[in-house]
């Protein structure tokens, strides 16, 4: 049916980014396949390749990897404005949702049962957030890495003991990661 | 003005948001809690839990919910968008670069930089998710809630053990946390 669509429009666009973006729980690594399985395989809009090397330049720019992701489709199928639907689709049911969610929150969250409820999930989303962490921190306990390391812990006491603003210690994170991979690319050459 | 203050700040988490989801909670808890106090730590710590039950990007419910909290519809929408503009001119720049020079050196140098260091930076927003749950505002023995406590250890043991899905685990607490309150006066 929707395969018919050779030539996707601005609306084809948006319409399946917000189709995408609406069912997708669980932030963005799960809208990858997603986008995969409707704009690669059924719709036939972009590659596999496209896809991934997209995916790429999505993690490697600030902001939602997702957002980014579908914005690098858009332009490829419809230029600067194929770009602005594409982030529209993806982004506008999670400002809506949050925003409704917002509002009944204020009404609801003096309820007994729903601070327990809430009491538990935060204890969930700290789990959560730990088992990241643990998994993040993982690959650079290794000798051959021990600088990344060190920038790894650096930033955390920087930001928890001496509440270093996040801004500058982003920042320097980044350089030392310059410098870091410009001595190593001399060390090579010579 | 509270529209212009809410924008700035969620331009600058914008442009500074490497990494992806949860590496912007850090700038989201610098900028909300402590440097403007829109949100509490218990209101911050409920909006991580909303965003990760509901679709759509962490850092867009974020924005969406401190942007409705402090200026209604039209702050909501005001902070989302900050929030995507700069990663929209960058993405859009990085696009037309990389499709000219293939991959670039610099920028994967400071990335190598960035994760480790992102890393570190989530420790500390989890680690704040995790006192402000167990003990409130400060770190005391008395008021530890062991319950809380209990339930951060197993759910963290679960997760590494067998992998179930995020949303399956936080619901899964929160029921726990339904049942406990209800069965709470029985041992009291």
């Known amino acids: 049916m929707q395969s018919e669509n050779k030539k996707p429009t601005c609306i084809g666009i948006f319409l399946q980014t917000l189709g995408i973006a609406t069912f997708t729980l669980g932030g963005g690594y799960v809208m990858i396949p997603l986008l995969?399985?409707?704009?690669?395989?059924?719709?036939?809009?972009?590659?596999?390749?496209?896809?991934?090397e997209m995916t790429a330049i999505g993690q490697s720019s600030p902001g939602a990897m997702i957002i980014n992701v579908s914005v690098l489709v858009g332009y490829r199928l419809h230029g600067f404005w194929g770009a602005v639907c594409a982030l529209l689709g993806t982004s506008l049911p999670a400002i809506v949702l949050l925003a409704a969610m917002c509002y009944f929150y204020d009404l609801i969250r003096g309820n007994r049962l729903v601070s327990a409820a809430f009491r538990g999930?935060?204890?969930?989303?700290?789990?959560?957030?730990?088992?990241?962490?643990?998994?993040?921190?993982?690959?650079?306990?290794?000798?051959e890495q021990v600088l990344y390391a060190l920038i790894m812990v650096g930033a955390f006491a920087a930001a928890f003991f001496l509440n270093i603003n996040v801004a500058i210690i982003i920042v320097a994170c980044g350089t030392v990661g310059?410098?870091?991979?410009?001595?190593r690319g001399r060390r090579k050459k010579v | 003005m509270i529209?212009?203050?809410?924008?700035?700040?969620?331009?600058?988490?914008?442009?500074?948001?490497?990494?992806?989801?949860?590496?912007?909670?850090?700038?989201?808890?610098?900028?909300?809690?402590?440097?403007?106090?829109?949100?509490?730590?218990?209101?911050?710590?409920?909006?991580?839990?909303?965003?990760?039950?509901?679709?759509?990007?962490?850092?867009?419910?974020?924005?969406?919910?401190?942007?409705?909290?402090?200026?209604?519809?039209?702050?909501?929408?005001?902070?989302?968008?900050?929030?995507?503009?700069?990663?929209?001119?960058?993405?859009?720049?990085?696009?037309?670069?990389y499709r000219k020079y293939g991959q670039l050196k610099t920028v994967q140098?400071?990335?190598?930089?960035?994760?480790?260091?992102?890393?570190?930076?989530?420790?500390?927003?989890?680690?704040?998710?995790?006192?402000?749950?167990?003990?409130?505002?400060?770190?005391?023995?008395?008021?530890?809630?062991?319950?809380?406590?209990?339930?951060?250890?197993?759910?963290?043991?679960?997760l590494?053990?067998?992998?179930?899905?995020?949303?399956v685990t936080i619901l899964a607490c929160g029921v726990m946390g339904v049942i406990w309150e209800l069965i709470r006066p029985l041992f009291e």
């Open chain 2, 3 to 97: 529209y212009i203050k809410l924008m700035l700040s969620f331009l600058l988490i914008g442009v500074l948001g490497f990494g992806g989801g949860y590496a912007v909670l850090p700038l989201i808890q610098q900028q909300c809690v402590q440097t403007n106090h829109w949100l509490t730590m218990t209101e911050f710590s409920d909006l991580l839990t909303l965003s990760q039950i509901t679709p759509g990007p962490v850092a867009i419910n974020a924005a969406s919910f401190v942007g409705m909290k402090v200026g209604g519809i039209a702050g909501a929408f005001l902070a989302s968008f900050a929030f995507m503009l700069p990663p929209f001119l960058i993405v859009s720049l990085l696009y037309v670069v």
């Open chain 1, 178 to 183: 310059v410098v870091i991979g410009a001595v």
């Open chain 1, 121 to 143: 999930m935060n204890a969930g989303v700290a789990a959560v957030i730990a088992d990241l962490v643990v998994s993040m921190a993982a690959p650079y306990i290794k000798k």
């Open chain 1, 36 to 52: 995969r399985e409707r704009f690669v395989k059924k719709l036939g809009w972009i590659d596999e390749n496209e896809l991934t």
């Open chain 2, 160 to 167: 590494r053990k067998w992998k179930p899905g995020v949303i």
């Open chain 2, 109 to 158: 140098n400071a990335l190598s930089g960035l994760k480790p260091g992102v890393a570190g930076l989530i420790a500390v927003a989890g680690l704040g998710v995790i006192i402000e749950t167990v003990w409130g505002s400060a770190i005391v023995l008395a008021s530890t809630d062991i319950f809380s406590l209990a339930l951060i250890v197993a759910a963290l043991l679960v």
